[in-house]
């Protein structure tokens, strides 16, 4: 049996790394892919509570933060489409403005 | 045997985590989070949690990061380069964010050096997570249709030509 | 470490049987399609040309192996694999036919039967995209890239109809583990008529899924992303020798599984008369339901002209996903009201 706090420490360190991603990262993709990684810790780290307790509140959590995920990567997509189609580019400090 | 499972998995998730952080261009870093996505799986069904494990593959892997991937094709995104560099200084900072992040998280995961007592009996089999999410979740799963949809409309609306 | 030899005995053999069943697939199929165009069809290779899989076999192991100017020599040469793997670990869950008695014990024709088995076929599904997608990028050709591209749009918008239309036999059957949604489907109703999902109350879901199904294997008339009259060969444009027939090979496994698996949801898998008492018996019925399929396509191959691109997106988006809402609409209402 492996330890629970073996895959809450893998949870932190993944979120910690997609945190510094999403400061680190000038362009947005990455930024959103980063944004995914942390999801996917959190995901991690409620279903090991939930499997350890034998508790599944927290798979039910899980599934609505994925549902969140895909909404987020769709409607993000769709920003980074217009953002390139504008701007010819994906690099967020280009977006600083307000306007065209 | 189940450590060493563990150990296996975690590593191709960290390998894949780190190398999302470092690599420049968007594409390697979507196929990064793929692999890191690809480990979680294998942990989740490590945790018993079945239904979650083969969801994670639907959703993430097979809509979330093609959806990246055919966006980064499509308008053949590279890396961004580096005269844009306008805030460098503040990259810095990232560093003692993280060392400050892990320490916070680490001295919580301290509290759960002993495994839990389960307070219940289930496993996370489909038809036990159907159960719960149509009974006690009800409400909430059915304004996740209200936050798609919206997702959609929104998504439509926003890349649409003009 | 009984099971774990067991089950490793059964994947060879599965393995073995399958792969060597889809070269002779490969056989039949360019013999069908030579009597539908009143040609005769491979015949000199061997008597009636049945040796030519092994001749095909060995020319593309002789082929040299191009490799193009890439961007990334690593993914140019795992998308191939990515593209065979998923359609053979979906083999893992099929049901090829009920238990038999070998060595005094009980072995089940199915190398798993896991609990999200149904899912677990389409989670490897959604994964098939990834090896078409990364080929047409790292082929580097403007060809390449645009079948790489279709094939994403595609099989992204037909996985939903896919999807959708097997919830029908899901609210009717009530698991999602395969054999049980074969046992659901043995019996008959009226002393006649076999109580298979076909028959009774999925028609329209077992229609829809046989088109997506078509459209998710990238075959005629759906094949888009490798339609040689505009785009070369889609994605393996550049690909050659081992790669090449791992492609190949990839999208024939993929027509069985999706063939094995119509079997198993409609028509009622393994089941038939007498199928209960001679086990060999069901593994026949599982291969004759499964070989129609098969033939199915490619009658389609030899019948219909491609779609264009936007009718392939309207036909998905306006015409099958509606339709399979309905299904399961349907479907809901008659499991309430029994």
Redesign the interface.
Known sequence: ??????????G??????????V??K??I??M???I??ML?SV??TL??F????????G??L???V??????????G??????L?RNRQ???V??ASMLKL | MEQLFFVIFAGIALIGAVNLLLRRNPLYAALSLLTTMAALTGLYIMLKAYFIAVIQVIIYAGAIVVLFLFVIMLFNIRAVERQTDRRGYLKWLALPFAIILIGQFLYIVRLFEENPTPVGTEIGFTEAVGRKLFTAYLLPFELTSVLILAAIIGAVVLAQKE | MDIALEAALKIAVILFIVLTFLAYLVLFERKILGWIQLRVGPNRVGPWGLLQPLADLLKFIAKEDVTPDTPNRVLFALAPALALVPPLMALAVIPFGSTIELFGRKIALQITDINVGLLYVFALGSLEVYGIILAGWSSNSKYSLLGGLRSAAQMISYELALTLSVAGVLIQAGTLSLSEIVHVQSGYYFGIIPRWHVFWYQPLGFIIFFIAAVAETNRVPFDLPEAESELVAGYHTEYSSIKFAMFFVGEYAAMFVVSALATTLFLGGWTGPGAERVPLLGVLYFSLKTGFFLFVYIWLRGTLPRFRYDQLMQFGWKVLVPMAFANIFISSALALWR
């Open positions: 049996m492996v330890p629970m706090s073996w895959y809450l420490a893998l932190a360190v993944l979120f910690t790394i997609g945190a510094v991603s400061i680190v000038r362009d993709l990455s959103l892919l980063a995914e990684l996917n995901n991690l279903v090991t939930s499997s350890y307790f034998r508790e599944l509140s798979q039910i899980v599934f609505f994925m549902v969140v995920a895909a909404a987020e990567a769709g409607v997509l769709a920003i980074v489409v217009l390139f580019t994906v690099d400090d280009q």
